[in-house]
């Protein structure tokens, strides 16, 4: 049995989203039948925003309703936490949902202050025009775009297990613009530390692997909501959601500031998961590896850098292998150079996928990033 | 009394150094009048180019001859040990320096055999032209010189010391094309550990600190040769020591690639020095910050956002200030935001400092580097 996708988004049965937007800034309200058993993952960074702080708060409350603004961080500012709270309110109120249940959160611009009259206004639009339908999920995916360019949402089915979802982020893990969020709906029944566990394990493997530009956001949030209305086991719903987030992390890699080119880099053969997966990131991190992908120059000595600032391996053992969409080309073979004029076709492609086989052992891991481009600098230079 | 500069470079008395290229390919020779007490740092990248594995080796003896070839980095090759070799014997044959005396670097692409003959031709072209006057060291400079579009040589006395020396460097911490290689003179009669631990010292806080693109080089390389004509104090020696290393990390900071700011970060007021020195150079090297540098954006919350990804702050006791040619700017005081218009004009400046107070504790430290601009993804998308 196959995991099967649709593009209808959080809207999976049980739930109801809208969306609204005035010039840059937006909100999008997710609303469920029921309170739900929630699991989530914030950000690390120290610097948290209001919403986050807030959120981590009240987790154990379960939430029925996630109100999300873009435009404005909420971070940084005096009051950020009295408007987090006053934003908690509004929503309240309009879903007739307890405060302790509502959920916030925010992407944008750090350090200036909310602009409440204007939260209150959208949350009313999107009140008005919540639905159960794909085209809600949508509104509501649309409104917290910042920097995106693509709406990024997907429901998938496996074994009557329902996960859906929307997200945003473009520049992730970045700090003032391109916020990473997600919200995911199930139905899968299991208990609060179970979703969670599983939860954290796609995180890990997913959003946790993706790096566009290394910077890390005061905002990121993934809240998962279960409406436990669909007996499974927990190995089958880790099954559909790591499916889910997978996807969901591909689509922001495809989607970075000013990418031109989709990058996959898969270590394998590694001594360590945690090698693979440190070697995997410093690879798709490195500035010059990704600038070399925009110029689609087969420098290979940029990926053997990146992963020696790491790990140790040996090069004389080391396999690396570009595949595309135009082929496939061995670059290095247990040290030798391989074919660079087939290599230098196959970063043609719009999709690469890199291969690097350490053969020491026996763990892997795969980061998703994409290239850097002078669009990326001029993205980030002007936007405020 | 202060630390004189002049522009003379390695050339203090008793060095000689000249250069050779041809084409991209370039070979500066440098030869102490007698053996020399030497201390070295060397990359940290678990691969090493073969130079590097081969000084590492050979450092206990003592250097009077450093031969350095740009244009191929000697790395990730399987012939490389060989040929690092060979190139030490052409250097001892030429200079006739024992073969055990003789040091060699490279910098330049990764993965490609050395053409030995042309290393040949190159050694011999600059043994044949060596010189104790400024324009050898200028030859030796010049010859290193890869992306680099600034000649990196400077010399400094204080208290009869004298500290000269040669640098190249424009995409630091970067793995093949932009290798940093410091070949450093001086007349300090110290003993060897007192050499290196002023050496290690000096590094920490000058190259150490500098942020390029984050890439981590496998051929990063800085010798200190001394031939202990002059007696000094260890802690006199640091001093100008500390100076040389500093303003030589200003000039790869200035010249970096693509670069059209000089950036400085200096994290004072924080309760370690290590949380100091980390949180300057998360700060000098977030991608976002870099590009609002580029843009002229004082955007002050992807410094706070950089800062808290890497430490602990409180942010409503942080102070931020801008400082340029065009003036000083408050842009965050004990948590409240400052004069933007201000902090706009103040960004129009070609060198900007950037300090952030803490307010924690008495510790500080300073990180260089430049800003991030479309020229920079070109030069790197095309190189090869």
Chains 1, 2 share one sequence.
Not at 19 to 31: D, P, Q, T
Not at 120 to 133: F, N, Q, R, V
Not at 173 to 193: E, H, Q, V
Request: hydrophobic letters at 40%.
């Amino acid at each position: 049995m196959v995991v099967t996708e649709s593009g209808g988004g959080l809207c999976i049965g049980g739930f109801k989203a809208s969306g609204a937007r005035k010039g840059k800034y937006g909100l999008a309200l997710i609303v469920a039948d029921k309170v739900c058993r929630t699991a989530a993952v914030f950000t690390r960074n120290k610097i948290k925003a209001s919403p986050v702080l807030l959120d981590m708060g009240k987790l154990g409350n379960g939430f029925q309703v996630i109100a999300a603004n873009s435009g404005n961080a909420n971070a940084c500012v005096k009051e950020g936490m009295v408007d987090a709270e006053r934003m908690c309110h509004l929503a309240a109120e309009e879903t007739g949902v307890r405060v302790e249940n509502v959920a916030v959160a925010s992407t944008g611009i750090i350090g200036r202050p909310m602009d409440l009259d204007l939260i209150e206004e959208l949350i009313k639009e999107a009140a008005g025009t919540l639905s159960s339908s794909p085209d809600g999920s949508s509104k509501a995916a649309k409104a917290i775009m910042t920097t995106d360019t693509m709406v990024k949402e997907l429901s998938v089915e496996y074994k009557g297990i329902r996960v859906g979802g929307i997200a945003k982020g473009a520049g992730m893990i970045s700090p003032d613009m391109a916020t990473m969020l997600c919200f995911i709906s199930t139905n899968a029944d299991l208990g609060r530390n179970e979703l969670q566990s599983a939860l954290a394990e796609a995180v890990d493997e997913s959003f946790n692997m993706l790096v566009i530009d290394g910077d890390m956001s005061t905002n990121d949030m993934v809240l998962l909501l279960s409406n436990s209305s669909k007996k499974c086991s927990l190995a089958d719903f880790k099954h559909a959601l790591k499916y889910f987030t997978r996807e969901m992390a591909r689509m922001m890699a495809l989607d970075g500031e000013g990418a031109t080119k989709y990058l996959e880099v898969e270590v394998k053969g590694a001594k360590s998961r945690e090698a693979a997966r440190r070697g995997a990131r410093a690879i798709a991190s490195s500035s010059l590896v990704k600038t070399a992908l925009y110029g689609e120059n087969p420098n290979w000595g940029r990926i053997t850098a990146a992963l020696g600032s790491i790990t140790d391996f040996l090069f004389e053992e080391t396999d690396i292998i570009f595949e595309s969409s135009k082929g496939r080309a061995v670059v290095l073979e247990k040290g030798e150079a391989g074919d660079l004029k087939k290599a230098r076709e196959v970063l043609g492609g719009k999709e690469i996928k890199v291969t690097v086989d350490l053969n020491m052992g026996d763990s892997g891991a795969t980061a998703y990033g994409c290239d850097l481009t002078p669009e990326y600098v001029e993205i980030n230079a002007g936007y405020s």
